[in-house]
């Protein structure tokens, strides 16, 4: 692996793990076992470091979408599979992160605001257009509303404010805040799926690591 491809893995989780502003440039140096200098020759300042790791981790985002929307027998099956990626994310994610980000990296916060309300906004389009026509989904649903809801309330799993980390546990609120936004738009056919993918999810769970 090159060494700038090896500075933004570990950059990354470090960041993921222990959020972006208690991780110092000597720290990740150290991790690595290099010197603070050689990470400055790929990039100037932590800020830079930052953009990068965030568009790394967009690009990889967006390329489990697609493989989520190629994989899924059908829409709910889609936001399924989305939903047990995230939770493997949310394992070792400091609920911290976008915090930082918004505070500390505004460049690289506003990366993922174009990320949330092009890609992410276009792939729920797409996943509410395929719902319906599998009559999984209302027809009479605005999509672009649920679209814009459903983005959002994603992304409260990562806010302590709400939902603190000692008080709530992360994987749930991934899944709650998922299947009530299927509940408000299944049809009784998509119901029926939800209740099917919820027994297969507990099956999985209850054999594998507690989250």
Avoid: W
Wanted: with cysteine; charged share 30%; net charge negative.
């Amino acid at each position: 692996m090159e060494v700038k491809d090896r500075i933004l893995e570990k950059a990354a989780d470090l960041f993921m793990r222990y959020g972006i502003k208690s991780i110092t440039m000597d720290e990740i140096a150290t991790s690595l076992g290099i010197s603070k200098k050689t990470i400055y020759q790929f990039f100037t300042d932590k800020d830079e470091l930052v953009s990068a790791v965030i568009e790394q981790e967009i690009g990889k985002n967006e390329a489990e979408c697609v493989q989520f929307r190629d994989d899924a027998a059908d829409a709910v099956h889609e936001v399924f599979l989305a939903v047990e990626d995230l939770d493997e994310l949310l394992r070792y994610t400091n609920p911290l992160v976008l915090y930082d980000l918004e505070k500390y990296h505004p460049k690289a916060f506003r990366r993922i605001k174009d990320f949330k309300y092009q890609f992410l906004h276009a792939a729920m389009m797409e996943n509410l257009g395929r719902g319906i026509a599998e009559g999984v989904y209302r027809a009479d649903i605005n999509k672009d509303i649920v679209a814009k809801s459903r983005i959002e309330a994603s992304f409260l799993v990562f806010n302590p404010d709400i939902f603190p980390a000692s008080k709530y546990s992360m994987s749930e609120v991934n899944f709650q805040l998922a299947t009530l936004f299927l509940h408000g738009i299944a049809t009784d056919k998509g119901k029926q799926l939800i209740e099917q993918y919820t027994n297969e999810r507990n099956k999985k769970l209850s054999h594998g690591p507690k989250v």
